[in-house]
């Protein structure tokens, strides 16, 4: 199969690649085997011949292509919830909304019904990768997998560990540390197994759902299981003042220390916000491989406050971004994109150092839509350590088309006027979920 059409890709952090009418080459693995410039010397040749094979899909006048997008962090169970509830702090959000609806996911009829809209939804918003929290039931979680398999999106899932008596309510929370860790293998073992009848692939996923909800042996457990099964691990980290704090009191130190204690900050590890991540926290982060999700929409509501984003990328820190549904309020990437460059300008200081004035932020924090784009792509694929999130070759063929000229829903784009780096930023800020018009996984239209 081959796509001519012009594209853009993340080249680094600040650096877009504009590929103007490119020919992308898709093997039948579904990834980009060959990526021809029209100064490339076949790239006539294979144009001609792919019309004459009828394998060719051309972009019309309008059309771009982006690579789909990476979600680092979303709770499926809440996505009947999402737009809602979004008037109390984490804490008491937690028990008054989230775990009574989470504890209705023991209906496989009900997680049915949401899991399928949810992934439908995500595919249509451009979501072409997701690492999901389910809830604490093994059905359910599985059934979330299956779906996603099912309609070919790339699904990393998490049945969630929440099992201290102590810190959770009765009614939502593992009936013991034994069958937290057991159905947690078992989840993988499962999992692995439909992973062989994808093409895309689905991941299961070690979710110890943040550390005050879990006993110190479940944490150490799931840290033994993830080494042994080589598996992708998520949880929340310094999120809020009130979770922050809470571990602190606890172990006397950091969220982020006490996860590495017990083996879950590696490589194959997500962990979401970290607003109060400290300097040698980062550090630890860079040196396991751990990787940020970014979650800006939801720290302006449960964290009440800005990461300094930009900080921990200039370190090094593998970054990533998610809508936190559902405390975030959007499925869609876009949001989370536009508001990482929103809430970074709200961090940086705007006063002028020569005036003598008093500091009101934190200087060197604005970010790009460059970087943002980064992050919901080629950031989000290296913090996964899956070769997608770019249109490059050797990445999966993970893509969506946006039309610019949708009828509604068309971009202000002028000829003569507007370059191809303008309409970047276009569709960056301005596409719709109309504008998406087709999403592909792995080479697969799914959209
Ligand atoms: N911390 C523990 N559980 C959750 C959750 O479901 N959402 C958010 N935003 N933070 C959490
Ligand atoms: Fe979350």
Same mark, same amino acid.
């Given at each position: 199969?081959?796509?001519?059409?012009?594209?853009?890709?993340?080249?680094?952090?600040?650096?877009?690649?504009?590929?103007?009418?490119?020919?992308?080459?898709?093997?039948?693995?579904?990834?980009?085997?060959?990526?021809?410039?029209?100064?490339?010397?076949?790239?006539?040749?294979?144009?001609?011949?792919?019309?004459?094979?009828? $394998?060719?899909?051309?972009?019309?006048?309008?059309?771009?292509?982006?690579?789909?997008?990476?979600?680092?962090?979303?709770?499926?169970?809440?996505?009947?919830? $999402?737009?809602?509830?979004?008037?109390?702090?984490?804490?008491?959000?937690?028990?008054?909304?989230?775990?009574?609806?989470?504890?209705?996911?023991?209906?496989?009829?009900?997680?049915?019904?949401?899991?399928?809209?949810?992934?439908?939804?995500?595919?249509?918003?451009?979501?072409?990768?997701?690492?999901?929290?389910?809830?604490?039931?093994?059905? =359910?979680?599985?059934?979330?997998?299956?779906?996603?398999?099912?309609?070919?999106?790339?699904? *990393?899932?998490?049945?969630?560990?929440?099992?201290?008596?102590?810190?959770?309510?009765?009614?939502?929370?593992?009936?013991?540390?034994?069958?937290?860790?057991?159905?947690?293998? +078992?989840?993988?073992?499962?999992?692995?197994?439909?992973?062989?009848?994808?093409?895309?692939?689905?991941?299961?996923?070690?979710?110890?759902?943040?550390?005050?909800?879990?006993?110190?042996?479940?944490?150490?457990?799931?840290?033994?299981?993830?080494?042994?099964?080589?598996?992708?691990?998520?949880?929340?980290?310094?999120?809020?003042?009130?979770?922050?704090?809470?571990?602190?009191?606890?172990?006397?130190?950091?969220?982020?220390?006490?996860?590495?204690?017990?083996?879950?900050?590696?490589?194959?590890?997500?962990?979401?916000?970290?607003?109060?991540?400290?300097?040698?926290?980062?550090?630890?982060?860079?040196?396991?491989?751990?990787?940020?999700?970014?979650?800006?929409?939801?720290?302006?509501?449960?964290?009440?406050?800005?990461?300094?984003?930009?900080?921990?990328?200039?370190?090094?820190?593998?970054?990533? *971004?998610?809508?936190?549904?559902?405390?975030?309020?959007?499925?869609?990437?876009?949001?989370?994109?536009?508001?990482?460059?929103?809430?970074?300008?709200?961090?940086?200081?705007?006063?002028?150092?020569?005036?003598?004035?008093?500091?009101?932020?934190?200087?060197?924090?604005?970010?790009?839509?460059?970087? =943002?784009?980064?992050?919901?792509?080629?950031?989000?694929?290296?913090?996964?350590?899956?070769?997608?999130?770019?249109?490059?070759?050797?990445?999966?063929?993970?893509?969506?088309?946006?039309?610019?000229?949708?009828?509604?829903?068309?971009?202000?784009?002028?000829?003569?006027?507007?370059?191809?780096?303008?309409?970047?930023?276009?569709?960056?800020?301005?596409?719709? +979920?109309?504008?998406?018009?087709?999403?592909?996984?792995?080479?697969? +239209?799914?959209?």
């Amino acid at each position: 199969k081959i796509i001519k059409g012009t594209g853009f890709s993340s080249i680094n952090l600040q650096e877009i690649e504009i590929l103007e009418d490119y020919l992308f080459c898709i093997n039948d693995d579904g990834f980009i085997a060959k990526r021809l410039s029209p100064n490339d010397q076949d790239y006539n040749m294979v144009l001609k011949q792919a019309r004459s094979e009828e $394998t060719l899909m051309e972009l019309t006048e309008g059309q771009y292509l982006l690579p789909g997008f990476i979600d680092l962090h979303i709770h499926a169970p809440q996505w009947a919830q $999402t737009g809602t509830a979004l008037d109390l702090p984490l804490y008491e959000w937690l028990n008054t909304y989230t775990f009574p609806l989470e504890a209705k996911f023991s209906d496989i009829t009900f997680a049915e019904e949401t899991y399928n809209h949810l992934v439908d939804t995500l595919l249509g918003n451009g979501t072409t990768t997701a690492l999901y929290f389910a809830t604490i039931h093994e059905e =359910a979680s599985f059934l979330l997998a299956k779906i996603c398999a099912e309609k070919g999106q790339r699904g *990393l899932v998490g049945k969630v560990v929440m099992d201290d008596p102590a810190e959770n309510p009765d009614f939502y929370r593992d009936a013991s540390l034994e069958e937290a860790l057991t159905g947690t293998e +078992r989840f993988i073992q499962r999992v692995k197994e439909l992973n062989k009848t994808t093409k895309q692939g689905v991941y299961p996923v070690v979710t110890p759902r943040f550390v005050p909800s879990c006993t110190s042996e479940a944490l150490e457990g799931l840290g033994k299981i993830a080494a042994k099964h080589d598996v992708h691990i998520t949880s929340h980290c310094s999120e809020s003042d009130w979770a922050h704090n809470h571990v602190k009191e606890r172990f006397g130190k950091n969220d982020a220390q006490v996860l590495n204690d017990f083996g879950l900050l590696t490589e194959k590890a997500i962990m979401a916000h970290a607003n109060f991540l400290s300097d040698d926290d980062a550090k630890t982060y860079i040196e396991q491989g751990t990787a940020i999700a970014h979650c800006p929409i939801s720290n302006a509501y449960f964290a009440n406050s800005v990461i300094p984003i930009k900080h921990f990328a200039d370190m090094g820190v593998e970054i990533g *971004l998610g809508t936190d549904l559902s405390a975030g309020y959007d499925p869609g990437i876009y949001s989370a994109i536009r508001q990482a460059v929103i809430s970074s300008r709200m961090l940086e200081d705007g006063v002028d150092p020569s005036k003598n004035a008093a500091s009101r932020g934190r200087a060197h924090s604005r970010i790009t839509a460059n970087e =943002a784009f980064y992050f919901a792509t080629a950031g989000g694929g290296e913090s996964i350590s899956l070769p997608v999130g770019r249109l490059a070759e050797n990445y999966a063929f993970d893509a969506q088309i946006i039309d610019t000229k949708i009828k509604d829903s068309s971009m202000p784009i002028f000829e003569g006027m507007n370059s191809l780096q303008d309409i970047f930023q276009k569709l960056v800020y301005m596409t719709q +979920r109309r504008n998406i018009i087709s999403v592909f996984v792995q080479g697969e +239209r799914v959209k």
